[in-house]
């Protein structure tokens, strides 16, 4: 007998030993039965792009509390970012001391990425040994000076090292020269100093050095936070012309643009900016097209008087690891419009589509994260995977507010935000872990490698 039987609406999901035992309908009955009629059933989020901060800065956020989070917002998996943690995730001793953090307080499974910054191309074979997702690199100054910028060397160097050892390179791309230059000429004080501080520019230079060397390298590529339709349109360039890069996005740049920032301060701020609502339509247009490849929130908290006070001084990171499944969910399968004048300008590209469909959004979330970063048991419903299952509500409004936050800080710029798409429950392995708006998790998250055997 199975475990657990969800029963949906025209199929039901048998669960054992934590993985999906059976699909089909009316499957016989079990020792627990969880009513999914009328709910929508993704497999569990996965969030290739956070920084829960641990060890050495939980007072930031934290693995417990970051995952939680995650878990109300559909989350079963996350791949935490080798910086603002202390130590940075540079070597194997600091690898460890992650995973071992991580494996005491996760309540969701989770994956690391492993640095790459000038000096450390020698740890990355011990790294890949201890099973990081791939290393991560940034093109311009992080924030952070325990994790310095890749220079071109060090990134096409690391890229080589990183395809002799079969894992992916993922980068922050914004040109330090354009973005420091504009920094030191008009300063980053005001929130339109520091947008213009960071233009499209920075991204799309950053982005064509990264495809280059990367292509010369035969690495594998992946680029975090796109903000704009231009950035993502070059890397599907690069793609065409045989690049193997993947295209990540993130919920803030799908739902707020630069007026959200001069409206909502520094809980807004974060690198690259938020962007025009033209450049918003461009993005969301390569969306609509599958030309992005998946999202992930790049949450990345900091206490409250980070966030407050000077814009010029405040933390840039967003808050909003609970939102994604919400904002995908609201903005794209329910109501995408896109401006009018950018509507004109498309063309024939509109007729792939004006709305998210679920199974795009189960793409981008779950099913493309899990075949990019080689995660064969997570990512689909079919027999034999993970039983890591998200139930959603797709029609019911939710206005998000501080006390729905599982995060440290009841900081985010989605607070007063009512969004259609309300995750009821969520499985990790067959366990409930969040269901009515409770963490009701009763066993640990498990560190997960990626599998190089599979293509
Ligand atoms: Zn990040």
């Known amino acids: 007998m199975a475990d657990t039987v969800l029963r949906g609406d025209t199929l039901d999901i048998a669960i054992e ?6 699909i089909g309908p009316e499957l ?10 009328g709910l929508h059933i993704f497999p569990g989020l996965i969030d290739v792009h956070l920084h829960f901060n641990e060890p050495g800065r939980t007072d930031w956020e934290g693995a417990a509390t970051g995952s939680s989070a995650l878990a109300a917002g559909g989350g079963t998996l996350f791949f935490d970012m080798p910086l603002n943690s202390t130590p940075c995730t540079v070597d194997a001793a600091a690898f460890d001391q992650k995973r071992a953090a991580l494996e005491a307080s996760s309540i969701t499974d989770f994956g690391l990425w492993g640095g790459l910054i000038p000096g450390n191309i020698p740890q990355m074979a011990e790294l890949a040994d201890r099973g990081v997702a791939g290393f991560k690199a940034f093109l311009c100054d992080s924030g952070l000076p325990e994790f310095p910028r890749a220079d071109d060397l060090t990134l096409f160097e690391g890229l080589r090292e990183a395809a002799r050892l079969g894992l992916p390179v ?54 975090v936070h ?55 339509d461009a993005l969301w247009t390569q969306l609509l097209a599958g030309t992005v490849d998946m999202v992930a929130s790049d949450h990345s908290p900091a206490p409250p008087e980070m966030k407050t006070g000077e814009f010029g001084r405040a933390w840039g990171g967003i808050a909003g690891v609970q939102s994604t499944l919400a904002v995908l969910i609201d903005r794209g399968y329910h109501c995408h419009k896109l401006s009018l004048g950018h ?27 899990a075949r990019r970063f080689r995660i064969p048991s997570k990512g689909a419903i079919a027999v034999g ?20 936050l599982k995060q440290r800080h009841a900081l985010s710029p989605y607070i007063g935000s009512t969004l259609r798409g309300c995750v009821v429950r ?20 498990r560190f997960v490698r990626p599998d190089l055997c599979t293509v």
Request: charged residues 25%; negative net charge; hydrophobic residues 40%.
């Open 170 to 223: 993922a980068v922050h791309a914004e040109s330090q020269e354009i973005t420091e230059g504009l920094t030191r000429r008009i300063g980053n004080g005001s929130v339109r100093d520091f947008l213009n501080s960071r233009p499209v520019i920075a991204e799309l230079e950053a982005i064509q050095r990264a495809t280059l060397l990367a292509r010369e390298a035969g690495a594998k590529l992946h680029i």
């Open 343 to 369: 509507k004109l300008s498309l063309g024939h590209k509109l007729s792939l589509g004006h709305k998210l469909s679920l199974e795009r959004i189960t793409s981008l979330i779950a099913s493309e994260p």
């Open 17 to 22: 030993d934590g993985k999906i035992a059976g």
């Open 426 to 445: 969520t499985i990790r392995r067959g366990e409930t872990i969040f269901v009515s708006g409770e963490i009701v998790a009763r066993t640990p998250g």
């Open 28 to 37: 016989p009955g079990a020792a627990e039965e969880i009513d999914a009629h």
């Open 385 to 404: 995977m993970d039983a890591d299952l998200t139930l959603v509500d797709v029609s019911r409004s939710v206005e998000l507010r501080p006390e729905h």
């Open 226 to 280: 796109v903000s704009s339709g231009r950035g993502v349109v070059l890397a599907a360039e690069a793609r065409a012309q045989g690049t193997d890069v993947s295209i990540e996005t993130c919920p803030h740049y799908l739902f707020f643009t630069e007026d959200d920032v001069e409206r909502l301060g520094a809980v807004a701020k974060c690198a690259p900016p938020l962007r025009s609502t033209v450049d918003q």
